[in-house]
């Protein structure tokens, strides 16, 4: 396996901690790059680069709490309860190996009027837009980050 991607292949839980403290400091760098704001990331996900390190992290997380009803086919997601730099992460994930998701991974960042947000802030910049398959998910991402954000509507 290569070293082209930034901690990939995740092989230990120290690795993953690892990754998960780097992917919420660059989170909160991106919100602030590209809406000049940091905003509060609740979940985070890490991407698989390599189907042996996604099974690895898919056992890993699964064993950290109880699955989320918004697991799909593609996305483990399990309940947790735990502070990664003064963030309340409320959901662990792990995406399956994609070709087309070379970032370390991904983090949601709830708001409390999210169609506000999303007037206030669709059109201010290239690096905002609508997710692929929603219309309450905004994606935040920027060329010198290797992170994707995602605006959601708070519950």
């Known amino acids: 396996m290569s070293a082209f991607y930034r ?3 995740i092989t230990s839980e120290e690795k993953l901690q690892e990754s998960l403290l780097y992917l919420v400091d660059e989170l909160q ?15 985070v996900k890490v ?10 992290l898919y056992n890993l997380i699964e064993k950290k709490g109880p699955q989320e009803p918004f697991t799909s086919d593609k ?23 994609d070709p087309y998701r070379l970032q370390v ?8 009027d999210f169609a506000a ?7 201010t910049s290239p690096f905002i837009r609508d997710a692929k398959d929603s ?3 905004l994606e935040i991402w920027h060329p010198d980050f290797d992170v994707l954000g995602y605006v959601i509507p708070e519950e």
């Open 29 to 43: 760098k991106l919100s602030q790059k590209v809406l000049d704001q940091t905003l509060p990331v609740s979940i």
């Open 135 to 137: 219309t309450d998910m």
């Open 7 to 9: 901690f990939s292949p």
């Open 75 to 97: 996305n483990l997601y399990v309940h947790v309860d735990q502070m990664i730099h003064d963030q309340h992460i409320t959901s662990l994930g792990v995406r399956i190996v």
């Open 47 to 56: 991407f698989a680069h390599y189907p042996e390190e996604y099974d690895f």
């Open 117 to 123: 947000f999303r007037e206030k802030y669709i059109t």
């Open 105 to 112: 991974g991904c983090g949601d960042y709830a708001v409390p």
